[in-house]
């Protein structure tokens, strides 16, 4: 099993610009989280999915971002127009059915983002 | 102006020892609860769970105890190794989310 795997591992863009990242979740799993990691604020969930429909979008930080889980396999996030303090890691995480003793979340290697 | 980031306690201990990395957490309604470790570049890594219906819970060298009464998490890690520096997160589970906490700096020295 590859684990959760995201792209680009590193993004470098400038403020104004759109950016994409990618998330393929581990196969089978029906949850996927997504979070951002600053020094300023630690792990903050963002948004998740369950079984492709965002369940609970209020971590997101405002309308410049967005979410989308087309299929099981992929999910992105977007960002337009990005702004210098949206620099940070963005990491994806998946996990299987809930409230079986499966609660616990695999990480992506995560993105790391700056935008200049 | 200057930025500000969070302040990570950071625990140092000698290889070898045990090391014990305490958390707070703040909803009453948790029911489960995780330690994560994060190494430099890397994702958290899964370490150990525990349910609330439990106050101690065992693995390889980690020990996860919770005291509901004053909302409290510790991990105990046995004759810590220079590979066990990371830093270590606990995360709570209030409704089918994870929350994380602040996180501790392990640092491990010969």
């Known amino acids: 099993d590859a684990g959760v795997i995201q792209s680009p591992r590193h993004e470098v863009t400038e403020m104004g610009q759109e950016v994409t990242l990618r998330c393929k979740p581990i196969?089978?799993?029906?949850?996927l989280f997504w979070y951002r990691q600053t020094m300023m604020r630690g792990l903050e969930l963002l948004i998740y999915?369950?079984?492709?429909?965002?369940?609970?979008d209020s971590g997101m930080p405002e309308d410049r971002f967005s979410a989308k889980m087309p299929n099981a396999s992929f999910s992105t996030l977007k960002i337009q127009p990005s702004e210098p303090r949206d620099s940070a890691v963005y990491f994806c995480?998946?996990?299987?059915?809930?409230?079986?003793?499966?609660?616990?979340?695999?990480f992506g290697s995560g993105t790391q983002l700056s935008v200049l | 102006g200057e930025s500000v980031g969070l302040h990570l306690p950071t625990l140092s201990v000698q290889e070898g020892d045990n090391s014990i990395i305490n958390c707070a957490y703040s909803?009453?309604?948790?029911?489960?609860f995780i330690w994560y470790k994060q190494e430099s570049g890397k994702g958290p890594q899964f370490i150990i769970d525990?349910?609330?219906?439990?106050d101690k819970r065992q693995g390889q060298r980690v020990t996860v105890l919770l005291n509901k009464t004053v909302k409290h998490l510790s991990l105990q890690i046995a004759a810590t190794q220079p590979g066990d520096s990371a830093v270590y997160f606990c995360?709570?589970?209030?409704?089918?989310?994870?929350?994380f906490g602040t996180g501790t700096r392990l640092q491990v020295f010969p």
């Open positions: 995480a998946s996990s299987p059915l809930r409230g079986q003793g499966n609660e616990k979340l695999f």
């Open positions: 909803n009453s309604a948790s029911d489960y």
């Open positions: 525990i349910r609330s219906n439990m």
């Open positions: 999915f369950n079984n492709n429909v965002p369940i609970d």
């Open positions: 196969s089978g799993h029906d949850y």
């Open positions: 995360a709570e589970n209030p409704a089918d989310k994870l929350i």
